[in-house]
């Protein structure tokens, strides 16, 4: 049996894989299935660089702004929801700069029994200190690697690398083709310093504080994106809103250098595009 062809459209942040996908939906008739994890959540829709309605009209979009403020998205929540898509979609393409969730779509992953919720909990209120303690050889340093690791071997008594180690599990068995969008770094950062001003004035430092109104703990997943702490801590007169501004385009464009390093090294890309082929692709930045 043949398998389905699948479309997964690869980048860092502001390369325009948005725009290029639209083109491609439009052309072969596909829907669009998002793999952005901060564009799951329905607050913040600016800073996150959802698809506005206008954008989406005419392709159907999947996966954009179905979690609340109070939620922590993962990889397994959209999983679970993106395997019946592919199933039911003729043409699906799916969009997004977190490779994890691509590459683990593309190669397949560990299945790692789940987590009991008091270890979850007691691993997360941990501070860094005490969770680099426990894993003293622990090849990465990252707090959200730490804690993932430290949980798998509270719960199942054998580390993460026995767990990735076992034959794993495919969401879908399809026929994948990988586009990267990648233009040079220079043409890159300009265009993070250009949407980030862009988010600015369409209403971004609203949608902010109307987001710190509805969850004041501060508790849920979509705070870690981009710009939402610079902007909060304008809103709280710790910075001025030049400095929030500044400094959340400094954390875009080092977190798009990582994005296109990650990607340059963990899934091969069917085609690549740069500088010449965006600008066919590329009216705006997003």
């Known amino acids: 049996?043949?398998?389905?062809?699948?479309?997964?459209?690869?980048?860092?942040?502001?390369?325009?894989?948005?725009?290029?996908?639209?083109?491609?939906?439009?052309?072969?008739?596909?829907?669009?299935?998002?793999?952005?994890?901060?564009?799951?959540?329905?607050?913040?829709?600016?800073?996150?660089?959802?698809?506005?309605?206008?954008?989406?009209?005419?392709?159907?979009?999947?996966?954009?702004?179905?979690?609340?403020?109070?939620?922590?998205?993962?990889?397994?929540?959209?999983?679970?929801?993106?395997?019946?898509?592919?199933?039911?979609?003729?043409?699906?393409?799916?969009?997004?700069?977190?490779?994890?969730?691509?590459?683990?779509?593309?190669?397949?992953?560990a299945s790692i029994p789940d987590i009991p919720p008091e270890i979850r909990t007691r691993v997360r209120q941990m501070p860094i200190e005490e969770l680099r303690a426990a894993l003293p050889d622990f090849p990465f340093q990252d707090p959200q690697r730490l804690m993932r690791a430290l949980e798998v071997l509270q719960a199942t008594g054998k580390p993460i690398t026995y767990w990735q180690q076992q034959p794993h599990t495919y969401l879908y068995d399809g026929d994948f083709t990988t586009i990267l969008i990648q233009p040079p770094r220079a043409q890159l950062y300009s265009q993070c310093n250009y949407r980030f001003h862009r988010m600015t004035e369409l209403g971004a430092f609203k949608q902010v504080l109307d987001l710190l109104k509805k969850n004041p703990t501060m508790s849920g997943g979509v705070f870690k994106a981009i710009g939402v702490q610079e902007m909060i801590s304008c809103s709280r007169g710790e910075i001025s809103l030049n400095r929030a501004v500044y400094q959340a385009i400094k954390n875009t464009c080092a977190y798009a250098k990582r994005q296109e390093t990650w990607f340059r090294h963990q899934i091969r890309a069917d085609v690549t595009l740069e500088k010449g082929d965006l600008s066919l692709y590329m009216p705006d930045t997003r």
Request: proline letters at 6%.
């Open 1 to 109: 049996m043949k398998r389905k062809k699948i479309y997964v459209v690869m980048g860092p942040t502001a390369s325009g894989k948005s725009r290029f996908s639209l083109d491609l939906a439009h052309a072969l008739g596909g829907e669009i299935i998002n793999a952005d994890s901060m564009q799951v959540y329905e607050d913040v829709p600016i800073l996150t660089a959802r698809p506005d309605p206008l954008e989406m009209e005419g392709v159907p979009h999947h996966l954009y702004g179905f979690l609340d403020a109070f939620a922590h998205g993962s990889f397994v929540e959209w999983g679970e929801k993106v395997k019946p898509l592919l199933e039911s979609i003729d043409v699906p393409i799916v969009v997004g700069g977190t490779g994890l969730y691509l590459r683990s779509l593309i190669d397949g992953f």
